[in-house]
Nanobody
Framework: QVQLVESGGGLVHAGGSLKLSCAASGRTFNRYVMGWFRQAPWKEREFLERIGRNGGLTYYTDSVKVRFTISRDNAKSTVELQMNSLKPEDAAGYYC?????????????WGQGTQVTVSS
């Protein structure tokens, strides 16, 4: 089992940057594809990005492709999301998740989330 804890959220002005971090428990971190999602009030959860077990094979959704960057450090059991050029519409709860599936698209474990607020 994996426990995930996100951090790094907060309030930022539009155009600013934030780096979110997700720390995983356990010693099997590199068995999981890691993903970032977000969910704004009254909206469905939105997939953002995922990164392969060894840091390759990243995939970004179009809405954040140029502005957000996912990375991982298997030695530290962390995955990060660097967010640049933030917009008010990026405000949401941000969640990391771990997938043990072969394709890395079915997520087994979720963090509690960290809130991002973007002022205009």
């Amino acid at each position: 089992q994996v426990q995930l804890v996100e951090s790094g959220g907060g309030l930022v002005h539009a155009g600013g940057s934030l780096k979110l971090s997700c720390a995983a428990s356990g010693r099997t971190f590199n068995r999981y594809v890691m993903g970032w999602f977000r969910q704004a009030p009254w909206k469905e959860r939105e997939f953002l990005e995922r990164i392969g077990r060894n840091g390759g094979l990243t995939y970004y959704t179009d809405s954040v492709k140029v502005r957000f960057t996912i990375s991982r450090d298997n030695a530290k059991s962390t995955v990060e999301l660097q967010m640049n050029s933030l917009k008010p519409e990026d405000a949401a709860g941000y969640y990391c998740a771990a997938s043990a599936s072969l394709g890395g698209t079915a997520y087994d474990y979720w963090g509690q989330g960290t809130q991002v607020t973007v002022s205009s």
